[in-house]
């Protein structure tokens, strides 16, 4: 079992920077790929980022790479995203998820191999 909840949502200006957090308990962290997916309004559940369990590997929806980096500290049982060059289409509410991917290289991108999803926090992007 893994709870996750991230942090570091707000509002920011077209251009700007966040950086979101998702802190992660359970002492199996480092056994899980982890993902970042968004959500914007009226609009479905999309893939952003995702990094296997041993970092080694990362995947970025087309949208954002460039921009935007996964990354994760096994050691704190947190994963990161760092966002630059935000734009207003990034407006959405952001999720952490964990899902089962010891071993692999592979970083799944649906959110069906996923098993587990924190709140969410909120980006605003103002143009």
């Known amino acids: 079992q893994v709870q996750l909840v991230e942090s570091g949502g707000g509002l920011v200006q077209a251009g700007g920077s966040l950086r979101l957090s998702c802190a992660a308990s359970?002492?199996?962290?480092?056994?899980?790929?982890m993902g970042w997916f968004r959500q914007a309004p009226g609009k479905e559940r999309e893939f952003v980022a995702g990094i296997s369990w041993s970092g080694r590997s990362t995947r970025y929806a087309d949208s954002v790479k460039g921009r935007f980096t996964i990354s994760r500290d096994n050691a704190k049982n947190t994963v990161h995203l760092q966002m630059n060059g935000l734009k207003p289409e990034d407006t959405a509410v952001y999720y952490c998820?964990?899902?089962?991917?010891?071993?692999?290289?592979?970083?799944?991108?649906?959110?069906?191999?996923?098993?587990?999803w924190g709140q969410g926090t909120r980006v605003t992007v103002s143009s």
């Open positions: 359970g002492r199996t962290f480092s056994s899980y790929a």
């Open positions: 998820a964990a899902g089962p991917g010891y071993g692999s290289v592979v970083v799944p991108t649906t959110s069906a191999a996923y098993s587990y």
